[in-house]
């Protein structure tokens, strides 16, 4: 059984569908690619894994270790182990970094039927994952995400990541807006918690991050559909030679 | 229908559950306003001259407002007209006269009170905490009286203060708030009926915490109480106030007053959790919380401050203020208000700076959910001769859906050019954005409502003593639940 089996899934936004029978498996262990041009529909693929409301599926199935991942609230999908890196993190004024996480962590174990973590014990763990992403220990008392810098919300994702160790992560556009620096920190920290337990769902429209985050399987999405599935060698082409040949050769074996 | 929604909606449901009615013998008086009534209401209390000529004053004077129609209109709230004459203005459990212990209250009282989380037997309370419990109309206990009386401490109910300590309640009653100052401030110095006294002789620093629980429980009575804390030279107190009240159609008139004053060096801090019966889903019943607070920082170094948190009531009228007179005295306003379903509030403050180099806060949080309505109105006056005056001002609204409203009056008036004044202010909104966030963590919708809330509120909630910020935030959450779909 996959970890992740998406089958013949259609959503639409509104009026529109923006995603006409996607077809994906994802294996613990694996790094998978999901890239396309802008529109594509891979952040409300996204989105939907995640179980944001608002996106209509009218079709299909998503099973997440066996579950109906589409009957399951976004804190249901948490708890079961989905962890969605977001692309423009939310700030939540009066609330330290470090109490969101201890929060969202004894929640997440309360669901398990795991004893909930005290201050004491979750302390040390926080500043062992702190470390793996260089960030300074003066952002868990400051609010989360706010005022922190494009770099720091980011590197802020992949420290909620490393601290709720999600069976599935999904990261969208995770290398957008980071400098070079900051993306070589940030992809350092999810190298590290590569496992062969683990999968990873990584959404870009560039190469870039996947010279740093080397995925197993590269998607590309266009219009609603994977049309194309390679490995690594797939990402470079692309960036060598754009989407639009893909979406030509599309359009003539259509 | 969204999971969200549906979750949402569940809690929604839940009702008010401080809003049961104790079943208990009233002593309680015709309904009606008139010389009468309220010479019976000073019979019925057994009080000195004085006090029945102060009540007899202030109700000559409320008639000529009632005949001017001077019950105010300017806030930002809608009621029908109040018709003063069907109320009952004193209505007492009936209980033994002269009680002497804490055993001696009526069973059905003390339960009355475990069930609100207040225990009256001492042996059960927070250890730091005294309360004097007021129930309709009467003070029914005070607890940890003598252990406070060994530093010099009064406090008790006012009623007895005006047996026992007359001089001081002559000396200091209607000194801040004075019984022409407005329509509900002069109808509550003619009828009201008891209320806590505090005094705090030179040099003490109180103990422990008081606090008074406010209980509303008869039909057709209003709750007119009357509070006077006074901390002389170099005294300290932190004092709390809590209130409930039964689930019932009608709305019901609380009007109370409250004067603070503080004499030089002298610290007073002032807590509220006003948690009155809001009225239903659909704006049905609810307290008319119409109040009147002040406090007079009248010596030099003194300090007031002023804390509130607002969930309960269908309507909020009060400003709890403070007159700096004293040069560098301090006033404080930490505001956290919130209105859901139906509810509407007018509240903010006043400061008044008089005294040198005065110096003032006010932080004020508006939570408008459902159809609620929140207004901050609030008043910054620095006068000539208040030299080296500061104020800094932050009012921040937050908006939960999109049915309700936020409104901000700010009343700034400088009258000595070494003022320095600061004001910010914000509106927000509870982002789908910030609540799928939160969620997408693993924690449940409430529970990110609740926690956005907080945020929200922090730096109003660490202004309150330790065992009331954690009541504080649960009543948020409970008041909110069902806010967000």
Not at chain 2, 59 to 65: C, I, N, Q, S, V
Not at chain 2, 88 to 101: C, E, F, G, L, R
Not at chain 2, 129 to 151: H, M, N, R
Not at chain 2, 341 to 360: C, E, F, L, P, V
């Amino acid at each position: 059984m996959s970890l992740l089996e998406i089958t013949n899934l259609h959503v639409r936004v509104e009026d529109r569908e923006i995603l006409k029978g996607v077809n994906l498996k994802v294996d613990a262990g694996q790094v998978h690619s999901i890239m396309g041009p802008n529109g594509s529909g891979k952040s409300t693929l996204a989105q939907v894994l995640a179980r944001r409301e608002a996106y209509n599926v009218t079709a299909g199935e998503i099973l997440f270790n066996g579950k109906d991942l589409l009957a399951m609230k976004p804190e249901e999908a948490a708890c079961e182990g989905l962890f969605l890196a977001f692309q423009y993190p939310v700030e939540i004024p009066g609330i330290s970094n470090a109490y969101f996480l201890r929060s969202a962590l004894n929640a997440i174990r309360k669901y398990r039927g795991q004893d909930e973590m005290d201050a004491m014990d979750f302390l040390p763990k926080l500043r062992e994952k702190l470390k793996l992403l260089q960030m300074d220990e003066k952002l868990l008392n400051r609010s989360v995400n706010e005022a922190f810098s494009g770099g720091e919300k980011k590197r802020n994702e992949i420290l909620q990541m490393a601290v709720l160790e999600p069976k599935l992560a999904i990261l969208d556009e995770t290398d957008s807006g980071l400098d070079i620096d900051a993306l070589r920190i940030v992809a350092e920290g999810v190298n590290a918690m590569r496992s062969p337990e683990r999968a990873m769902l990584v959404v870009t429209h560039y190469q870039r991050l996947l010279n740093y985050i080397v995925p197993d399987y590269v998607h590309v999405l266009v219009d609603g559909r994977i049309v194309r599935t390679g490995d690594k060698k797939l990402a470079f082409e692309l960036e060598e030679k754009g989407y639009d040949w893909i979406i030509k050769e599309e359009a003539v074996t259509a | 229908m969204s999971s969200n929604t549906d979750t949402i909606r569940e809690l929604a449901q839940q009702e008010y559950k401080w809003g049961f009615v104790t079943d208990i013998g009233e002593d309680r008086i015709p309904k009606g306003l008139n010389e009468d009534i309220i010479r019976l209401i000073s019979t019925k209390k057994n009080e000195p001259e004085f006090m029945l000529e102060w009540r007899l004053k202030a109700f000559r004077h409320w008639l000529t407002l009632e005949q001017k129609q001077a019950e105010p209109k300017w806030a930002n709230i809608k009621y029908g007209p109040i018709d003063y004459q069907s109320i009952a203005y004193y209505s007492a459990p009936k209980q033994k006269p002269n009680i002497t212990s804490l055993d001696q209250i009526d069973p059905e009282i003390l339960r009355t009170y475990e069930k609100l989380g207040i225990p009256l037997l001492e042996q059960k309370m927070l250890a730091g905490v005294a309360v004097d419990a007021v129930f309709d109309s009467v003070s029914v206990a005070t607890t940890f009286k003598g252990k406070l009386a060994e530093v010099g401490v009064i406090f008790c109910s006012f009623s007895e203060a005006v047996q026992k300590h007359p001089d001081l309640v002559k000396k200091y009653l209607g000194s801040v708030v004075p019984y022409t100052d407005n329509f509900f401030a002069t109808l509550n110095a003619a009828v009201f009926t008891d209320g806590s006294f505090v005094y705090v002789p030179k040099g003490v620093r109180c103990p422990m915490e008081l606090s008074t629980y406010f209980r509303i429980n008869a039909a057709e009575t209003g709750q007119f109480e009357r509070t006077l804390i006074v901390a002389d030279e170099g005294a300290s107190v932190s004092y709390l106030e809590g209130c409930t009240a039964p689930i019932r159609d009608e709305n019901q008139l609380h009007a109370a007053v409250v004067e603070l004053i503080a004499l030089d060096d002298a610290q007073i801090k002032y807590s509220t959790v006003q948690n009155w019966y809001p009225g239903d889903k659909n704006g049905k019943g609810g307290i008319y919380n119409f109040v009147t607070k002040r406090g007079a920082c009248r010596g030099k170094n003194s300090k007031i401050s002023w804390t509130q948190v607002e969930t309960g009531s269908a309507i909020t009228w009060k400003y709890p203020s403070c007159i700096l007179q004293g040069d560098n005295s301090v006033g404080e306003f930490y505001s956290v208000a919130l209105t859901n379903n139906y509810q509407q509030a007018d509240t903010g403050t006043k400061m008044i700076h008089i005294g040198k180099n005065t110096r003032s806060t006010i932080v004020a949080k508006g939570i408008s959910a459902g159809h609620g309505q929140n207004t901050y109105r609030g008043q910054v006056k620095i006068m000539k001769d208040a030299t080296g005056a500061r104020n800094y001002t932050q009012c921040d609204s937050l908006l939960i859906g999109d049915q309700c409203g936020a409104h901000t009056f700010p009343y700034i008036e400088v009258k000595n050019s070494t003022a320095h004044m600061e004001h910010e202010a914000s509106t927000s909104k509870i982002g789908e954005d910030q609540l799928f966030y939160l969620r997408q963590r693993g924690l449940k919708a409430e529970d990110a409502v609740s926690m956005i809330v907080n945020g929200f509120c922090k730096r109003v909630f660490r202004e309150l003593p330790m065992e009331f910020a954690v009541e504080a935030q649960k009543l948020l959450s409970v008041s909110l639940e069902g806010s967000v779909g």
